[in-house]
């Protein structure tokens, strides 16, 4: 058993654990809150995410070393200090980037050359770069610099691009090691997760999870999921591949996803969850209960005086009428994106709390089935 990764209960497969970091100790299973460019969309400060149960947040590397530059976090203190944010950050690599800016860039060995989504400027990362603009940025959990590959590539190509991801991280891993023994290093216990990748090649998924454990890294991730598979494909997957990742370090599933997804996922072994649903559905209007998702923009939530969701404790529902964060919503007013995007936090976080406690008591699968239950029932 790891001494930063505590297995607290085990129902099935699904994990009640604690992750022992430098900021700060986090219980799982976690869902990060995204705030792409060191903040959460929709108007949500760090004082608000404290409020809202948010355990973890999660930056992302390319976009901060595009804007303002890593270099200059680093100058004001690191991202913490930066956004004044005192509990565990994790920065993703830059390496969905590679999957999502295809228009944009050319993979090497050495690396990714990339075209600004900004300004066009050239930028080049590799390995050793992804680490060190982790390092600037100083965050707790830094991930391996790899390659997101489509799911629709051929095996012939995921193949490639996957003992290629490996090689990467053998050298993310060396250079994390040197930069976390630098003077001027603002956090010298950065640590490093590597990600499993393999489209939906049952065996190719499997051979890459073996040999990375090898590495005894802090955690891992199951990259390279939900981006264009079937729900069926990304849970067969997940089944494939956690046997195969050390039991007694976390397992994160990158990018996923929806109530639903966690909950199969955490039934499958999996500790660590980020998505950008919660706060890009907020922003839309459309709102997680436990009835299902609501759309406030329909027509009849105008005279609706009920909170978003009975008894739910975030700050929109303490205060505010359905009808009105509708009219906010109508009306282009900031304030609604904002309360919705706490509501939608909120439940993603305390549905978190709920599934640690379920798994504590040994009642996860009733738990779980009741919930998607719920989600199914839709509201009256």
């Not at 200059?72 to 993703?92: A, S």
């Not at 050319?106 to 990714?112: L, N, R």
């Not at 609501?294 to 205060?319: M, T, V, W």
């Amino acid at each position: 058993m790891s001494d930063r990764y505590k297995i607290l209960a085990l129902d099935g497969k699904a994990k009640r654990g604690e992750f022992k970091t430098v900021h700060g100790m986090i219980q799982t299973p976690v869902f990060m809150n995204v705030g792409t460019a060191a903040a959460i969309k929709g108007a949500v400060s760090t004082t608000d995410l404290q409020e809202i149960k948010t355990q973890v947040e999660l930056s992302n590397t390319y976009h901060l070393h595009v804007r303002p530059g890593d270099k200059i976090v680093k100058q004001l203190g690191g991202l913490h200090k930066f956004m004044n944010w005192d509990k565990p950050i994790l920065t993703d690599s830059g390496g969905f980037q590679v999957f999502s800016l295809a228009g944009l860039r050319k993979i090497k060995e050495e690396g990714v050359y990339f075209n600004s989504h900004v300004d066009g400027r050239k930028i080049f990362m590799g390995p050793e770069e992804s680490m060190q603009i982790q390092s600037n940025l100083a965050s707790t959990i830094a991930m391996a610099f790899d390659e997101c590959p489509s799911s629709k590539s051929d095996r012939d190509y995921i193949q490639k691009s996957v003992d290629r991801t490996k090689r990467w991280l053998v050298r993310c891993k060396d250079e994390m090691e040197r930069l976390n023994g630098l003077e001027d290093t603002i956090n010298k216990e950065q640590l490093l997760f590597g990600i499993n990748q393999g489209g939906t090649f049952d065996d190719i998924r499997i051979e890459h999870a073996k040999e990375i454990a090898k590495l005894d890294l802090p955690g891992y991730a199951i990259g390279g999921l939900a981006v264009g598979e079937s729900h069926e494909e990304m849970y067969r997957i997940i089944d494939s591949v956690v046997p195969h990742l050390p039991q007694d370090k976390p397992t994160y599933l990158m990018g996923v996803g929806t109530p639903t997804n966690i909950l199969e996922a955490v039934d499958r072994g999996v500790d660590f969850f980020d998505c950008v649903y919660p706060t890009r559905n907020g922003r839309h209007g459309h709102l997680y209960t436990n009835k299902g998702k609501i759309n406030l923009f329909n027509a009849k939530y105008e005279l609706d005086s009920r909170p978003i969701e009975e008894g739910c404790g975030c700050p929109a529902c303490r205060s505010y009428s359905r009808a009105y964060i509708r009219h906010l919503l109508k009306a282009k007013e900031m304030l609604g994106m904002r309360l919705c995007v706490l509501h939608n936090l909120y439940f993603y976080n305390t549905m978190m709390e709920e599934i640690r406690s379920a798994i504590e008591e040994h009642r996860y699968s009733e738990y779980k089935q009741k919930k998607l239950d719920g989600f199914n029932s839709a509201e009256k």
